[in-house]
């Protein structure tokens, strides 16, 4: 991992370490899947890319490290699941984790706080009529994309 990786819960350090701005990828880490989303150069609006299913982890890295290269991504945001109370949680510890073994590809990252993006993501796609299996298919793609517009919406607000 690199020295200089930043890893943060602070929007001003990681605004900091991308003065030039660029495409941000936004995970929601799962157990079973990784949720995937991208966000414009110039962090105006997130949109669901795809959800990854997950194997061992030099695997799902090799597969990230990919579209990373391919969508010219700068940074990243990975949602991290908190207690309603603020505290943290078992997958908590396991989102910190990811984001350290995920640092190796050398590019910042925020951890977001990400309550209520699944449960927001359903609603809306129950709001749009998808049926309940397209709803499995796309939920965590969909969560990443509200995780990553969260984090674009407060990076770009000051």
Do not use: Y
């Not at 936004?26 to 997130?46: E, K, R």
């Not at 090799?62 to 949680?89: C, H, R, T």
Request: hydrophobic residues 45%.
């Amino acid at each position: 991992m690199a020295d200089t990786t930043v890893i943060t819960l602070d929007k001003t350090a990681f605004r900091a370490a991308l003065p030039g701005g660029g495409r941000l990828l936004g995970l929601d880490v799962g157990t079973q899947t990784i949720g995937l989303a991208l966000c414009d150069a110039g962090w105006s609006i997130a949109s669901p890319a795809h959800t990854h299913k997950r194997s061992k982890f030099t695997r799902d890295k090799a597969a990230l490290g990919q579209f990373i290269a391919e969508q010219s991504v700068k940074g990243l945001v990975i949602g991290l699941p908190l207690n309603m109370d603020g505290s943290e949680s078992p997958r908590s510890q396991a989102s910190r984790a990811f984001a350290r073994n995920i640092a190796e590809l050398d590019l910042p990252v925020l951890l977001w706080d990400e309550r209520w993006s699944t449960a927001a993501a359903e609603r809306a796609m129950i709001a749009q009529d998808m049926s309940r299996a397209k709803r499995a298919e796309r939920i965590d793609a969909h969560a990443a994309a509200l995780i990553l517009q969260g984090a674009i919406d407060a990076l770009t607000m000051g």
